[in-house]
């Protein structure tokens, strides 16, 4: 899902293809998918439309349907049931055994939805997702991005639906009388299909939920309530029993999160082949240069941010997640990361976004909110599913902690994008030996050891790291110089102006992504982009 969003080939809106609908549409396929529910009676109909490698799409064979084998197209279309509404595929879902209304969950994200109450011209964004597990520990077998319309055949359906066959999830998309299969999870991860379809923004094959951490901005959750009055008052959000009952994004995140561990677990097990794990280098890649990342924010509402104090996301700063993981691994007893936020002034904060003209652009273009986003502060951080290899690897003994603090620690003031940390990549092997512990490790260092690389290389940083005879306090020491450093400078208004045109910096890189979906997802300033960094002692300086 991403991040909401779920993403498809031919995309209405926008999709949970990422947990949300995604603009754009390719009309070449379109067409397609119209000329074939018209020409063709069969029984069964499914289109294969995976992008890059269906041109043009065409009817699957019966044999090929049933080696999906995931629910959808298991205990639905091949039960010869054509569900083509909202209200029909939730009705048949949930004829299924173990998914019955009482399994459903409902959610709503909105960007702009705090915005539309006092600016009504304000695009409001709206989309919803729908999950069914068979409790509420398990992972989830359906999930549906869709808008709020029960019975209409052209408006937004992609599913995405789990296979034990394959141990993967497979990806819908209702068009033109005809359902859609954009491929599985296995399908995001090689040419020519990789980056393609619902694949741009499920790049890895996972589920996707772009605000994944308290406070959840932009959906409905337990912090922030999206009002029904921002419907249009003949919405069927507001008069349908479908749409009565909205749950909070805080339940969404772990069913995310179950989710994105169950395929990756599967498709670790499935590059170990024997006595080797292949595909390391795919691994690899997301360690050092994440392939996808989510947005995180303070919780601190704007419009009456002077009032306070605001604790600024760590994450944004330094890899907070993996470096406490690979740390509580190595030694359980030794805390080495810093306890405590930056903390800024609300009311600095303030003058400094008026001084920068920031502002959130409604996506028709003309109407803007000055200021930021409801939630203060929100920019990207390392992405759960990219945490969870890193966290998968170390428990398969494939990559050992050690060596994944050293990876995480270099360059470690651009958590995200980093050009330094990713010139390791030409070290890592395409395959390792999985009945030697650590493997990685050992390959890694034996190539770099053997190497010419300056004193300011990643090479020589990653053996000094290495060869630390004390790694957890030299980070510890680390940590805490970097984040004295910029807690000390950040009451000056001229640094915190340049730590927001940072932030934009790391929103600008964001923006080029395709899990960017709308213009009013994040603030943007007035003034023109930056690339800026910081230093291991907290100076801003330019990349």
Known sequence: MKNENMHFPTRQNSGIHDLEPKKGTLKSQEKEMTNFSMANESTVQLLSVRVGLDSPPFLMEMHEIEKL?????????LKDKKPLTLEQLVDEIERLDGFSAINRKMFLVAEGGQFKIELPSFSLNAR?????????????DFLLSTVPSTNK??????????????NSFHFFERKANIWGWAGNSFTSLNPPTRGK???????????VMKELKFPWAHWHSQSNSIPREVFEHDSEFNSHVLFSKVDGAEHLEN???TGIRRWTKSRINNDIKNSKTVNILSY???ILTPTSVNLVSTSINFDNVEEKEIGL??????????IEFAAFTINPTLDIVPSDRITISGSLYKKVCDILNMEVKSNDGITSFEGDTHFCFLVPERAFEDIEVCRQLVERKLLSPKMLLVLIMLDFTNPVESLHRKKIMKYCPDEINTNEEYALDKVIIKKIESSESNQDSPESELIRYWTSPDLLGL???????????IQEKVVDKNYLKNLVILAEYRKSLFRKRKLNEFVSTISQLGTSNTPLTLTKIGKIVNL
Do not use: A
């Open 128 to 140: 919803l997702v729908f999950t069914w597990q068979k409790s509420n520990s398990s992972p989830p």
């Open 284 to 286: 690899f890649r997301q």
């Open 475 to 485: 980070v510890k020491s680390e940590l805490d110089i970097f984040m004295r450093g």
């Open 313 to 322: 996301p760590s994450s944004f700063f330094f890899d907070i997640d993996v």
């Open 197 to 207: 379809g619902p694949f741009d923004s499920h790049i890895n094959g996972g589920l």
């Open 69 to 77: 084998g995931d629910m959808f197209t298991k205990e639905i279309l």
């Open 153 to 166: 055949k052209d408006s937004l359906l992609q599913l995405i639906s789990w296979s034990e066959s394959d």
């Open 255 to 257: 069913i995310v999160k």
